[in-house]
């Protein structure tokens, strides 16, 4: 099936999908769980020969643990389809209703985008993720994995392609492609097409944004912050440091940057240090830190005055502010807008900075690490938004839905409202709003 061919096929499958109620699509979560718990064998096969061929290329050690699909990822996976399985169906909900006259009533009801097309690098998790989000959210997708995970990607939608079609989901739901030039020819349909996510780095977001009229939604870099306050506490704001940035480096959500006030980095930058550094953190330093913290193995002066760096790896940089203000202003410039946390014990600074802070999600004494998904209670995300428009943050099951409105009538015409002869009431129906509409 060429490209068009599978476009038009996604099309139709989203058609079909808006006639499912939440039985067919739980038991097609259901069944896809049980389908790649029985494949497993050969997903990890796959995965195996895709490390094998990644390694030999020389591909960098945090993409090659982005890349790795192994029994801890296929219990996450399972974890992701029997939390989303638990979820209400976020289709056909009543977002608002109103009376617009007697007989004449007026509501916005959730439904799917349609067709979605995810484009993504290194993680076949990612797969499973959307698959799954599709299914309870009644959206087709198209997914193109990258080449480094080729093997795995087609494994993981074979099975999960025909789980669905087994429970009920109608044919094309979930496609694959496989080249550059498909995806390339696929970024023209937007006549099929309703919106591309590609998650990857800002230079490959860019590039999908550049090249095509399809509504993009970016899920792009993770230069996240942690600031410890002057009041902080040393031995919380440690911990948090060493959880944000080594608990799993090579996440999106991972600490980049650690801040630290002027007024307590003589006591608190050498705990904060050895911490990192029990996790065999190396640590880039400021001028300041490094006068405080003294040269040392794994430690080395950060060149040059951009900050904005996202390293996946087991890499901090380190910078000595002298307020809170510097603190808020530095995130704000050399972020990336994803995840930014304070360690304090003022609640007044606290407020301060996660109301001046401009991130999806901004954090009180806890780690950046919590920026994801089903951490949030989402059951699964897409990715983490790091725009302003339609999703921002851990981007799940709302962030695909947008919604038409539905005018029950009873034969009345605008022409008696434009004489005056009728008059609109605008009253709110606010008892049913959450409701499925037609009580299904």
Known sequence: MDTLELARAGAAAAR???????????GALALAAARLREGSGRIFAANEADLAAARAAGLAPPLLKRLTYDEGKLAESLAMLAALARLPDPAGRILEARRLDAGLELRRISCPIGLVALVFESRPDALVQMAGLAIKSGNAIVAKGGREAERTNRELAALLAAAGAEAGLPAGWLSCLETREEVAELLALDRYVDLVIPRGSKQFVRRIQESSRIPVLGHSDGICHLYVHEDADVAMASALALDSKAQYPAACNAAEVLLVHSGIAQRALPAIAAALESASVRLELCPRSLAILGPGPGRSPKGGGDWAVEYLDLVMAVKVVGSLDEAIAHVNEFGSGHTDAIATSSREAARRFMAEVDSASVYWNASTRFADGYRYGLGAELGISTGKLHARGPMGLEG????????????????DYASGSRRFEHAELPEERGKRYGGN
């Open 16 to 26: 079909a999908l808006l006639a499912l109620g939440p039985g067919i699509k739980d």
């Open 400 to 415: 695909l839905m947008t919604y038409k409105w539905l005018l029950e009538g009873s034969g009345q015409l605008v022409a």
